[in-house]
C-alpha cells in the first residue's frame, strides 16, 4: 500500500503522506515514495505546483524513531534521507504548499519550513522535540533557519516547548495558521493563484528565494545529526520517548554527543 498518494488536478499535485499508525514518521520507506513522487512531478509538464499534506490527525512526527533504533545498530541514522528530502523539497522548481491539519514534531517541520508557503489549523501543534531526546534540530535547521528570527530559534530550539499555529505564523514558520473549517479554501486560494505564473518565470524565483545552496551543509549536518542520535544521550532520549517515561540523562562533558 502506498505510504504517499499522488493525485493531479488542475495542474496541482497533491502528495499526501498516508501512515497513520506511525503518525507519517520519515520511513526510509515513505520517504523513498516521497523522493519518487517529487521527481516525477519535476518532470510532468502537466504539473504547475505541488501541495504537500496528510491523512489521519497528525502531519508528521519527524524522523521514524523505531527505525532509527533499530538501523543504528547496523551503524546507520536516517539524517542522510531526510537530508535528501529536504533537499529535493528545498530546490523542487515549482512551488510547493504545505497543508497542516494537525501536529509536526522535529523533522515534520523542516518538510514545512521547506515548502514555500504553509497553512496550518490554528489547533495544529508543533515542537523542535530533538534536545527532549538527547538529539539536535540538525538536518531540519538548514531549511528551518532561514524563516526563524534568531531569537525564535533559540527559544524553539533550546526549550523544545509544544507551541501552536498561531505562534508558528507569528515566528515565521507558517505562512498563515487559519481555522480548520477555512483550511482547504486557504490552500485552493494559494494553488489558484500559483498556476496562473509563467512556469519558467516561477522556476526562475523560487531560484531568487533559495539562492543559498544548502546540499553541501546538509551533509555536514548529517553527520552531525547522526553523532547525536549514537551517543549515550540519544540512545537513552529515544529509548525513554519509546518506553513512555521520562528521559534520565548522564552528564556529559559539553561537545561530547557529536
Ligand atoms: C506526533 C505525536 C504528537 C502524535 O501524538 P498521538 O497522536 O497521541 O500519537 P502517540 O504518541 O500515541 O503515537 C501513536 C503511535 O505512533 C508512533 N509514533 C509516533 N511518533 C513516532 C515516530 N517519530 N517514529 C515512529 N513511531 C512514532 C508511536 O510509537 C505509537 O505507536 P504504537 O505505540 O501505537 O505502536 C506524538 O506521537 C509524538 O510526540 N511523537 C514523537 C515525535 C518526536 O519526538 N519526533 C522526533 C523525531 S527526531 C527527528 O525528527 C530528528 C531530526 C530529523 O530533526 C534530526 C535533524 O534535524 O538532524
Redo the contacts with the bound molecule.
Sequence with gaps: MALVRTVTDAGVTTMTLDSP???N??STPLMRELLDALSEAVTDTSVRAVVLTHTG??FC???????TAEARENGRV??EM?ADVLAALWEFPKPVVARVAG?A????L?LIAAADIAVCAREA?FAF??V??G???????ATVLPRLSPRAAAELYLTGDVFDGSRAAEAGLVTAAVAAGDLDDTVRRYCDSLVLGGPLALAGAKQLLRRTPIRAELAE??AR?AGYFKSAEGREGVAA??EKRPASWVPAAPGSGG
Excluded: F, M, Q, W
Design positions: 499508525a506511525n503518525r514518521a520519515l490527525k497528525v512526527s519527524g524522523a521514524d524513531l523505531k527505525e536516517p539524517a531526510i501536529p514534531r522535529a523533522g515534520g523542516g501543534t522535540s530533538e527532549r531526546l538529539v539536535i534540530p540538525a538536518v531540519i535547521s549536518l548529517a545529526s520517548l519509546r
